[in-house]
């Protein structure tokens, strides 16, 4: 396997405007490294055509992965479809599959606001996984995801094995340190270790530790390595606790 990349599209006005708190993207964020993909782009952008496509031209052939989290409902701002299907330079259609689904689901209730939901970029395929009542969308490089958490979520999680890469392993010091005493020993890590992904995240008001260091690569015996050079040059009374 490659190192795969991926971005992300929050779509929704109501993120912008701070009327709702956006939590998708740092889920996929999280879920995604887990899987060894390499989340490198989030975009929080309004519900207009022409800025989606615009997005989506710039994101999906820049990326091996593309999720998009949010306008894909029955009402009048839910233009994700569109704004893919603009950016791809293809129509909407209403699919077959998604349309009878609706109908059944429907009953009469059935609209022309539930139909919409039937829409899709033409050349899409459905994803069907797990036990849920619809499928996903996908056209292409491009997952289109709903922006409700809770459905989110457990679509993702239904069909998240197809993204997986090789895994990224971690390790964890915890300091009593603060920042710029240790700056050089991570300096000269990193220097030691080129490839080594490293952070330091300083924690104010903590009576444990002030500094949290995360080491991350995909070859564990590279990290180890670079775990104990480290520690090694830490100094030990310093050093609250590891993982």
């Known amino acids: 396997m490659h190192d795969r990349s991926a971005a992300a599209l929050v779509i929704g006005n109501e993120i912008l405007s701070g009327k709702v708190v956006d939590t998708n993207a740092a889920f996929l964020a ?7 993909v390499t989340l490198r782009r989030i975009l929080v952008i309004p519900d207009e055509v022409d800025v ?7 994101s999906h052939p820049a990326y091996d992965l593309l999720f998009t989290s949010g306008g894909v409902g029955p009402t009048h701002d839910d233009v994700t479809i569109a704004g893919i299907a603009r950016g791809l330079g293809c129509g909407v259609v209403r699919h077959p599959i998604l349309e009878q689904k609706i109908r059944e689901f429907s009953g009469d209730k059935l609209n022309e606001a539930r139909l919409k939901m039937a829409e899709v970029p033409e050349g899409a395929e459905l ?3 797990g036990d849920l009542n619809f499928p996903t ?14 459905i989110f979520r457990a679509k993702f999680h239904a ?5 997986a890469s090789d895994p990224y392993f971690m390790r964890v010091i915890y300091t009593r340190a603060q920042e710029s005493t240790i700056a ?5 890590t990193l ?14 008001g903590d009576p444990e530790y002030r500094v949290r260091v995360t080491l991350e ?27």
């Open 30 to 36: 999280q879920e995604l490294r887990a899987l060894g």
């Open 52 to 58: 989606i496509a615009e997005a989506i031209r710039a």
């Open 127 to 129: 994803i069907f996984a």
């Open 137 to 150: 969308i996908q056209i292409r490089n491009i997952v289109i995801l709903p922006g409700i958490p809770e």
């Open 159 to 163: 069909m998240k094995t197809r993204f």
């Open 184 to 188: 050089e020993f991570l300096n000269a």
């Open 191 to 204: 220097a030691a270790f080129p490839e080594l992904q490293l952070g330091s995240y300083p924690k104010l």
């Open 217 to 243: 690569s995909k070859n564990p015996q590279y990290l180890n390595r670079a775990f104990e050079h480290l520690l090694a040059h830490l100094p030990s009374d310093t050093i609250v606790r590891t993982e």
